[in-house]
């Protein structure tokens, strides 16, 4: 059974530690009681420090905060081989690997819908990348993509969960507004988002054609589509994302060799 290491074991690493299995799982953190609370609840071995959890694996997965990262990297001494995922938004895998001795490194950019299984987890292209694919299977969908697309892929998938749940809390309003209770126009806009989704997925329609098939000439839809153009709504979802990802790579520009 391969063994795989977790250092930094938050919210992430419990979504995967949650939904592995054929592996024997090891965790290293700060909180002492965030590793008693993962022990109990899922039976995984707690080393006694990141050391000890990057040298009883076959696989690492790096989930500390990018903040975190230089302080982590410093305190490891590479005595074996294993394979490196780092999770941790914006850090170059030429980084990761000149300071872990030239491991192989794969980096992972996970969302956070893969904390109940649903997310979508973009993987930096390289050597052993099947191995981490398999990893991520558990928490969602997985696509490969170069290196170099991670900031464009952080900026939509990453962040764009939040952009997501503020469309709800505002459709969430929009009903109560309307007259709605609170709970009722809740239920109305969770569904009407997984259902949308859903048709679209279904379907394999675009979007336009979507949009067209509900907003019939002189009804209530084209009312509030003229609403969110006058607005610009569109433009400020784009911009949105665009935003995003120019902060990861301003951010990844800041990991010097």
Not at 17 to 36: C, F, P, T, W
Not at 47 to 73: C, E, H, R, T, Y
Not at 142 to 150: M, N, S
Not at 230 to 237: D, I, P
Request: aromatic residues 6%.
């Amino acid at each position: 059974m391969k063994k795989i290491a977790f250092i930094g074991a938050g919210k992430m690493a419990e979504s995967l530690i949650a939904r592995l299995s054929g592996y024997s799982i090891y965790a290293a953190d700060v909180d002492s009681k965030r590793l008693a609370y993962l022990k109990k609840k899922y039976k995984i071995n707690v080393a006694k420090d990141n050391q000890a959890a990057f040298g009883a694996a076959d696989i690492v997965v790096l989930s500390v905060k990018p903040q975190q990262m230089s302080k982590v990297l410093a305190d490891l001494v590479v005595t074996n081989k294993p394979l490196i995922i780092s999770i941790a938004a914006g850090i170059p895998v030429a980084y990761l690997q000149k300071k872990l001795k030239g491991l192989t490194v794969i980096r992972a950019m996970p969302n956070n819908p893969c904390l109940v299984g649903q997310g979508i987890t973009a993987l930096a292209q390289g050597k052993r990348v099947k191995a981490a694919e398999a990893i991520f299977k558990a928490v969602g969908e997985v696509i490969i993509v170069p290196e170099k697309w991670l900031n464009a892929v952080t900026g939509l998938s990453g962040s764009g969960p939040a952009f997501v749940y503020n469309i709800i809390e505002s459709f969430i309003v929009g009903g109560v507004l309307a007259g709605l209770p609170k709970k009722t126009a809740a239920k109305l806009a969770l569904h009407t988002i997984i259902g949308a989704v859903g048709t679209m997925v279904e379907t394999q329609k675009e979007p336009q054609e979507l949009i067209e098939m509900v907003a019939s000439p002189g009804g209530t839809t084209v009312e509030g589509l003229k609403v969110l153009r006058k607005r610009n709504f569109s433009r400020a979802l784009v911009e949105a994302v665009l935003a995003a990802a120019k902060k990861s790579q301003l951010l990844s520009q800041q990991w010097t060799l």
